[in-house]
């Protein structure tokens, strides 16, 4: 990311006679009033948007002229064809841009005149002199404001708790229309997580992109599958999770301490009714052993193009236990993962069985497990030293 710190640094010095162009651009009337600032910017709106206004931490990108005062232009976004993005408040930029872009909406157009204070100071920027005034023609392209997330309103409702120790309470129900959600089906869920303090600790709705899972599949949290079946779609819920339930007494990560208890709001947004998914038929088919150990057995082959390293390759998988059991699906989730081969994005057996696949060609893969999750096992679903069966299909080469 550029920052206007580096501004004079980075970029070559164009001289060119200062731009009058956004005061006649747009066909909109224009006010001139010059404001000053308690800290002594001085701003004048030159045109007005009707966009959002910029909040603290909002993300922004701005188009640029910035010219000393005699008239002198130091640097210009215009001229790279590519406006300038920052986040607001953070202080990665001069404090004359931080106090005033907050003043302005998507859309504006606007000058400041920052004084040195608000500039570089004293500081002898090569092409700006020391204790140099600032002028800037600002276009305030876009804003993306931080969503404030805010908890369920529980005030006044029952809280209920199950023989486990989970604790819910209704927020908002769903049509009753809605099936419960069961073991097996496909949920998208929004959720927000809480720590005691009340310090969220993640939010998909923060993220703006609520999470997909097979529920009672030990995906999540046992409070999760627990509480989820609890649900309809249209749903939301606040679910407070013991820590038995949860991420236990080691915690998870600097986010989770040790025995924490944990609160989630919850929407059920959809939940999807069990997919089938079907193993391999590979009776009869051969059996390719590679040098590492690792097995294919093609399914579905053809003559269309290999993945090479470096390439983002999207895959449909099923993985299996050597006794039969289902740990993971994608079929399940209806959405193949995508990822970079060969970067050590998944365990090696995958990096390696996918450099001998073409797109479309469907193999069953028998991955030892030094070649998978070793002595160490993932998660409580795949026991230490396990050989791990992949039923792939490379569905897609980017």
Same mark, same amino acid.
């Given at each position: 990311?550029?920052?206007?710190?580096?501004?004079?640094?980075?970029?070559?010095?164009?001289?060119?006679?200062?731009?009058?162009?956004?005061?006649?651009?747009?066909?909109?009337?224009?006010?001139?009033?010059?404001?000053?600032?308690?800290?002594?910017?001085?701003? %004048?709106? =030159?045109?007005?948007?009707?966009? *959002?206004? @910029?909040? $603290?931490?909002?993300? &922004?990108?701005?188009?640029? +002229?910035?010219?000393?005062?005699?008239?002198?232009?130091?640097?210009?976004?215009?001229?790279?064809?590519?406006?300038?993005?920052?986040?607001?408040?953070?202080?990665?930029?001069?404090?004359?841009?931080?106090?005033?872009?907050?003043?302005?909406?998507?859309?504006?157009?606007?000058?400041?005149?920052?004084?040195?204070?608000?500039?570089?100071?004293?500081?002898?920027?090569?092409?700006?002199?020391?204790?140099?005034?600032?002028?800037?023609? %600002?276009? =305030?392209?876009?804003?993306?404001? *931080?969503? @404030?997330? $805010?908890?369920?309103? &529980?005030?006044?409702?029952? +809280?209920?708790?199950?023989?486990?120790?989970?604790?819910?309470?209704?927020?908002?129900?769903?049509?009753?229309?809605?099936?419960?959600?069961?073991?097996?089906?496909?949920?998208?869920?929004?959720?927000?997580?809480?720590?005691?303090?009340?310090?969220?600790?993640?939010?998909?709705?923060?993220?703006?992109?609520?999470?997909?899972?097979?529920?009672?599949?030990?995906?999540?949290?046992?409070?999760?599958?627990?509480?989820?079946?609890?649900?309809?779609?249209?749903?939301?819920?606040?679910?407070?999770?013991?820590?038995?339930?949860?991420?236990?007494?080691?915690?998870?990560?600097?986010?989770?301490?040790?025995?924490?208890?944990?609160?989630?709001?919850?929407?059920?947004?959809?939940?999807?009714?069990?997919?089938?998914?079907?193993?391999?038929?590979?009776?009869?088919?051969?059996?390719?052993?590679?040098?590492?150990?690792?097995?294919?057995?093609?399914?579905?082959?053809?003559?269309?193009?290999?993945?090479?390293?470096?390439?983002?390759?999207?895959?449909?998988?099923?993985?299996?236990?050597?006794?039969?059991?289902?740990?993971?699906?994608?079929?399940?989730?209806?959405?193949?993962?995508?990822?970079?081969?060969?970067?050590?994005?998944?365990?090696?057996?995958?990096?390696?069985?996918?450099?001998?696949?073409?797109?479309?060609?469907?193999?069953?893969?028998?991955?030892?497990?030094?070649?998978?999750?070793?002595?160490?096992?993932?998660?409580?679903?795949?026991?230490?030293?396990?050989?791990?069966?992949?039923?792939?299909?490379?569905?897609?080469?980017?």
């Amino acid at each position: 990311m550029r920052f206007i710190y580096l501004i004079v640094t980075i970029f070559s010095i164009v001289f060119i006679q200062p731009s009058c162009s956004l005061l006649k651009k747009g066909g909109k009337t224009t006010k001139q009033d010059t404001v000053t600032t308690a800290s002594g910017l001085q701003y %004048i709106i =030159l045109e007005k948007g009707d966009g *959002p206004q @910029v909040k $603290e931490g909002a993300n &922004v990108k701005v188009h640029y +002229t910035g010219r000393l005062t005699n008239d002198t232009v130091f640097d210009s976004s215009y001229k790279r064809n590519q406006p300038f993005a920052f986040t607001v408040g953070k202080g990665r930029v001069i404090k004359g841009w931080d106090e005033g872009i907050a003043l302005l909406a998507q859309g504006d157009k606007a000058r400041f005149i920052i004084p040195p204070a608000l500039g570089y100071g004293a500081r002898d920027m090569g092409n700006i002199p020391p204790n140099s005034t600032l002028i800037f023609d %600002i276009e =305030l392209v876009e804003v993306k404001n *931080p969503i @404030v997330i $805010e908890p369920y309103d &529980v005030a006044g409702k029952d +809280t209920i708790t199950t023989a486990s120790g989970l604790k819910y309470i209704v927020v908002k129900k769903g049509s009753q229309k809605n099936p419960l959600a069961k073991p097996g089906e496909l949920v998208t869920v929004h959720y927000s997580g809480y720590l005691k303090d009340g310090l969220m600790f993640d939010s998909s709705v923060k993220r703006g992109q609520p999470i997909k899972f097979t529920l009672g599949q030990g995906q999540v949290i046992k409070g999760w599958d627990e509480g989820l079946q609890l649900m309809r779609s249209g749903d939301q819920f606040r679910i407070i999770i013991p820590y038995q339930l949860a991420y236990g007494e080691a915690g998870r990560g600097n986010s989770i301490p040790p025995k924490a208890d944990l609160t989630f709001d919850v929407e059920l947004i959809y939940n999807q009714p069990e997919i089938i998914v079907e193993a391999y038929d590979v009776q009869g088919k051969d059996t390719i052993t590679l040098e590492s150990g690792l097995k294919m057995i093609p399914v579905l082959t053809n003559n269309q193009q290999k993945p090479t390293n470096g390439q983002t390759v999207d895959v449909h998988y099923s993985g299996y236990l050597t006794d039969g059991t289902m740990f993971d699906s994608s079929i399940k989730r209806a959405e193949p993962i995508s990822f970079i081969l060969g970067q050590g994005k998944v365990i090696k057996g995958w990096d390696e069985a996918l450099t001998h696949m073409k797109i479309g060609e469907k193999y069953r893969v028998i991955i030892p497990s030094d070649l998978a999750y070793g002595e160490r096992g993932a998660g409580g679903v795949i026991p230490p030293n396990a050989t791990l069966i992949f039923d792939m299909q490379l569905v897609g080469i980017k």
